[in-house]
């Protein structure tokens, strides 16, 4: 008896582990899994949750953006559209060394020269200033307006005053003083300044008289 209950018991192993093997195989297909219950252990997909709030990546309406210039500012160290233009055509100052521009009334800014016969003829009607430059006193041209040192062209100037085309002629013993004299009022500008050919040497040379300085 006992005998028959163990070779049935072998023989229901035997099958079950059969069928266990069939089911696993997979050469009958899904309905064999079906079929041997093994159809219980198959997973099933899991679906995601849509209810998870999505992530703002954009940045708050009211922080700007770093390092970005609005439409309205304009780029650094550049002048806005409508800011005034400096005037880079009529210097405010002119350099004292500039020369003046030519006046077509007025002779060429050089100084001239006059000879002791023209300087009489001139005097007989006398429309200039005759200026003596010279240093010390030697005498002077029979005419002569005034006795100014050449080393003072500040105070020949101001005798002169601001007309620029005033006529004058300045002169010394012979030509040194009167020359220095002359060209510096030339480069001050004025137009219509020349000196006596030999100065009061060369005058009295021509036959013409010198005259004491008066007090």
Known sequence: MTNR???HGIALLVTWTLGLAACGSGDDGPDAADSCGCGDFQTTDIPMSTDAPAVDTQPPADVSPIDAPGEDTPAPDVPGVDAPQPDLTTPD???EDLPLPDDPGLPPAT???????DLTAELAHKDFLLINVHVPDAGQVPGTDIHLTYANVDA???????????????Y?????MSKIAGDDLVLRGYRNVRYLDGGMSGWRNAGYIIEPTPP
Do not use: D, E, H
């Not at 100084?111 to 016969?117: D, E, H, M, R």
């Not at 010394?172 to 040194?176: D, I, M, R, V």
């Open 156 to 170: 020949i100037a101001a005798y002169m005053g601001t007309n620029l085309a005033v006529k004058t002629v300045v």
């Open 5 to 7: 209950w163990r070779c």
């Open 172 to 176: 010394c013993l012979s030509n040194y």
């Open 93 to 95: 100052i002119l350099p």
């Open 111 to 117: 100084l001239g020269l006059v000879s002791p016969a």
